[in-house]
């Protein structure tokens, strides 16, 4: 099949070589790059680490309400996410922005909901939200 290339003349043999060196690295080039782009990665597109923002206020999913199920089993994604509504776009936010939740620690997190509670009046109910919304992010605040 490939006969004729051997009758070729020296210097036109020469060139057909190179040609085919030149080839391999484009090729070797190619797949570096490739690979730097990362478009061989197997979990793309799986999102394994998910950046929390610094002051832990973010809508709670299942790692959340997992997370503050040891300390309320009934809590449920329908009451985290009424939590987060009001903590991060409703009442709570009426005079000030949201505030930091990674930055009290659990044990102060109560008092300070009863007071605002009694500022923003609302109900028992949406007081209780807030409260398993706040303790389901300190559940889950990552390690230092
Ligand atoms: C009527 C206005 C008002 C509303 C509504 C309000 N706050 Fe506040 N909040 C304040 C003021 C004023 C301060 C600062 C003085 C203080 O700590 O009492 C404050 C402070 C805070 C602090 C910091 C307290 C500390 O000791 O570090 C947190 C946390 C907080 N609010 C959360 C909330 C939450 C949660 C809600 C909703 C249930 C809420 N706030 C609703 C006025 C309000």
Known sequence: MFSHLFSLPLAESKIYSLMNTAKLFLCVFALIFAASCGIFR?????????T???NGVY????EELKAVKSQ??????????????????G???KCHTPKNIYKREVSE??????RMAEKAKITADEKDAVH???????ASQPKE
Do not use: H, N, R, S
């Open 52 to 54: 929390k923002p610094e």
């Open 59 to 62: 809508e709670p999913g299942q």
């Open 132 to 138: 398993k919304y706040v303790m389901a992010i300190k």
């Open 72 to 89: 309320f089993k009934d809590a449920t994604m329908a009451e985290l996410k009424e939590g987060y509504a009001l903590y991060a776009q």
């Open 109 to 114: 997190w109560p008092g300070i909901i009863d």
């Open 91 to 93: 009442a709570c936010t």
């Open 42 to 50: 197997k979990d793309k597109g799986t999102v394994t680490t998910t």
